[in-house]
């Protein structure tokens, strides 16, 4: 990759258009495929990458793990870790693969990130946190960036999430996403920490009167345009979750209220994915990989049912191919 076309979507993802809505890092959805179709409905939305832990990218299989292709830009790679020179050469491997920004997870809640030292309770570390922006900063030439939450357990006073932000910030980090509930990390599940701790943006619209040379992004129970609008009035951004995820259509509405140009259909969206459908079968990636994040493509209309009951029963089984998409879209009203 030249530095010239690094340079270039650094900057574009720099812009304000492309930062202003973002899908989020979600375990076992926000795959290679997944992004690619989330790209169809929204040109202009940044994408992240399920969550890569830095050990896994030490030890593991590289081009697996980091490995997308160019039409998913803006992208950026979600890091888990907290030994700031692992998480340096992490970010150094994503830079090098090309992705636009590079994010720090200091949001998940479950025990297994815990047990690691990283994610959500690495609130009540903000030096070690400050430490990985640090040596990821130096290590590449993309913006580093932090995913937090707004508080952690008993530690959920504002006092609280402004030292954290005060020494990341001091660090180098100028993009926060703040995830405006807090995280229980004791007694709740990775599940239940989405839903069952109440929303707090007033939190996070404070943090940004406080901090206005800070980017910040705002995420959690945004579910439409409406309420993107409401956010957008207090700061720079909106994550969306999992109404990106159950109901993708979202962001093709997302797209043509903020002055993009969506899709014309989601019959468009499809025929636009079978191109990559089959160069992804042609290279042994079962069809049942790709077609399961696009099930919710036609939630609320007319036919989607059928259209979700014959992806789910035809596309594990061996050899399934493009036929089964045409056959699925053919059940559908021809309007769709």
Known sequence: MSLSRKTSRVERQAGEEAARIAVAPMMDWTDRHCRYFLRTLNANATLYTEMITADALHHGDRERLLAFDEHEHPVVLQLGGSDPQRMASAAEQGARYGYDEININVGCPSDRVQSGRFGACLMAKPRIVADCVSAMTSAVEVPVTVKTRIGIDDQDSYAFLRTFVDEVAAAGCRRFIVHARKAILTGLSPKENRSIPPLDYAR???????????????????????????????????????????????LAELASAFGSHGPASRRAVVLAMLPYIERALATGVPLKNITRHMLGLFAGQPGARAWRRSLSEFAHRPGAGLDVVTRALGMLPAAA
Request: proline fraction near 4%.
């Open 204 to 250: 996070v619209y404070q943090l940004k009167r406080d901090y206005p040379e800070l980017d910040l992004t705002i995420n959690g129970g945004v579910k439409t345009v409406e309420d993107v609008r409401a956010h957008l009035r207090h700061v720079d951004g909106v994550m969306i979750g999992r109404e990106a995820y159950s109901n993708p259509w979202f």
